[in-house]
C-alpha cells in the first residue's frame, strides 16, 4: 500500500484542545462560584453581627427605659402615700392646741377636786375627760401618736429638753417631767416633747447580754 493512502495515526497523549478549554472554564467558574460563596458568607456573618449588635442595642434601651418607668411609678406610689399620710401635717400641728387646751383644763383641776366632784361640775369634768379620749382617738385614726415620754430615756429625736432636774433616785438623761405632749405622724415627727430631764444620778447602763440558761448549759454539758 502507498504511503500515501496510509491513515493518519493519533496519539494518546495528545491533548484535545476543545476539552482542556472545557475543562478550565469549569475551574474558572467553580472558582467563581466558591468566591461568590465566600463572599455571601462573610457578607451573612457581618449582616448578623450588626443585627445582633443592633438587638442588644434596642434590649439595652428597653431594659433602661423599663427601670425608669419603674422608678417613675414607684416615686409616684411613694409620693401618693406620703401625701394619705402627711397631708393633713400641717392642720395637725394647728389642731395640737386644742389638745394641750384640753389637758391643761383638766391638770388645773386638783385631784382631790376631782375625786370629791358632784352634780354638775362632776358631769363637767367627765366631759372633758371624753372629748379628750375622743380627740386623741380621732387622731390616732389619721396616724398621729401622742408620744408619752415620762420616765424613758431622753432622745433627742423625740423630745426637746426644757431644764434638768436634779433627781439622784432616777438615771441620769432620764425624762421626769413634761411640759408639753409631743406628736408623731407616721414615721416622722410632728411635734417634739417639751421635757425635763433628770441630772444627778447613776449614768445609764449599757445593755448587758442576757445570762444563759443553765438548762441548756446542762444539757450541751451533758451532750
Not at 431594659?63 to 409620693?79: G, P, T, Y
Not at 406620703?82 to 395637725?92: E, N, P
Not at 391638770?107 to 377636786?113: L, N, P, S
Not at 379620749?133 to 415620762?150: C, V
Amino acid at each position: 500500500m502507498s504511503e500515501h493512502m496510509r491513515a493518519p495515526e493519533t496519539g494518546e497523549g495528545t491533548a484535545d484542545p476543545k476539552s482542556t478549554a472545557q475543562q478550565a472554564e469549569a475551574t474558572a467558574e467553580a472558582e467563581a462560584l466558591a468566591a461568590a460563596d465566600a463572599q455571601i458568607g462573610a457578607d451573612g456573618a457581618a449582616e448578623r453581627a450588626r443585627l445582633e449588635a443592633e438587638i442588644a442595642s434596642l434590649k439595652d434601651k428597653f431594659l433602661r427605659a423599663f427601670a425608669e418607668a419603674e422608678n417613675v411609678r414607684r416615686r409616684a406610689d411613694k409620693e401618693v402615700a406620703d401625701a394619705k399620710t402627711y397631708g393633713v401635717a400641717s392642720f395637725a400641728r394647728d389642731i395640737l392646741t386644742v389638745a394641750d387646751d384640753l389637758a391643761r383644763a383638766l391638770a388645773a383641776v386638783d385631784d382631790k377636786v376631782k375625786a370629791e366632784a358632784e352634780g354638775s361640775l362632776k358631769a363637767l369634768l367627765e366631759g372633758l375627760e371624753l372629748t379628750e379620749r375622743s380627740f386623741h382617738k380621732a387622731l390616732e385614726k389619721h396616724g398621729i401618736r401622742k408620744i408619752e415620754p415620762r420616765g424613758e430615756r431622753f432622745d433627742p429625736n423625740l423630745h426637746q429638753a426644757m431644764f434638768e432636774v436634779p433627781d439622784p433616785s432616777v438615771h441620769t438623761g432620764t425624762v421626769v417631767q413634761v411640759v408639753q405632749a409631743g406628736y408623731t405622724i407616721g414615721d416622722r415627727v410632728l411635734r417634739p416633747a417639751m421635757v425635763g430631764v433628770a441630772r444627778g444620778g447613776p449614768k445609764p447602763e449599757a445593755a448587758k447580754p442576757a445570762a444563759p440558761d443553765a438548762d441548756s448549759d446542762q444539757a450541751e454539758s451533758r451532750g
